[in-house]
T-cell receptor
């Protein structure tokens, strides 16, 4: 039972354009949603998060949007840069048990 | 300040062999986690430790044991390795319940 789903295994974008990565979840009890970025042979690194009581959080080129009624969140990167090429994981946190549940990941490739 | 350190980086085992994956963090974090990453599956939680002296099962605990040796160290043991345990294993830690996880660089394990 996959509680956090990233249905797009990969995304290819031109440098300077917007990248939109999507994530769906099934459990209404999640308190926070996070995005992690992973380069090959490295561990995931935290990128940006959003509380379940918010609908938008922005940090520089990265913005996360949360639509609670649709149980959907998205990460927007604008403008996209070649260095953004990585695997992006969506994750959901349940504060009651402290568990962080990850999606399958989306491989983003930004072409120069 | 090394963050989260995992050893070894690579390991090849024969079916039935045992081994322990080591993890240490120097950030004085209370919580520590073990995840495995498999293609198309994202990161799945094996075991976690909310504080020194406590451990709890995650999504996929079968075939594994853990020890929270002290606040710094959290080890993962495979008593009798199976090919299904071929994976990349990540250790992570966090300071507070809703703070982002810090990951190590992973251990790539192959069981033949």
């Amino acid at each position: 039972d996959q509680q956090v789903k990233q249905n797009s295994p990969s995304l290819s974008v031109q440098e300077g354009r917007i990248s939109i990565l999507n994530c769906d979840y099934t459990n209404s009890m999640f308190d926070y949603f996070l995005w992690y970025k992973k380069y090959p042979a490295e561990g995931p690194t935290f990128l940006i998060s959003i509380s379940s009581i918010k609908d938008k959080n922005e940090d520089g080129r990265f913005t996360v949007f949360l639509n609670k009624s649709a149980k959907h969140l998205s990460l927007h990167i604008v403008p996209s840069q070649p260095g953004d090429s990585a695997v992006y994981f969506c994750a959901a946190l349940n504060l009651l048990n402290g568990k962080l549940t990850f999606g399958q990941g989306t491989i983003l490739t930004v072409h120069p | 300040n090394a963050g989260v350190t995992q050893t070894p980086k690579f390991q090849v085992l024969k079916t039935g062999q045992s081994m322990t994956l080591q993890c240490a963090q120097d950030m004085n974090h209370n919580s520590m986690y073990w995840y495995r990453q498999d293609p198309g599956m994202g990161l799945r939680l094996i075991y976690y430790s909310a504080s020194e002296g406590t451990t709890d099962k995650g999504e996929v605990p079968n075939g594994y044991n853990v020890s929270r040796l002290n606040k710094r160290e959290f080890s993962l043991r495979l008593e009798s390795a199976a090919p299904s345990q071929t994976s990349v294993y990540f250790c992570a830690s966090s300071g507070r319940n809703n703070s982002p996880l810090h990951f190590g660089n992973g251990t790539r394990l192959t069981v033949t």
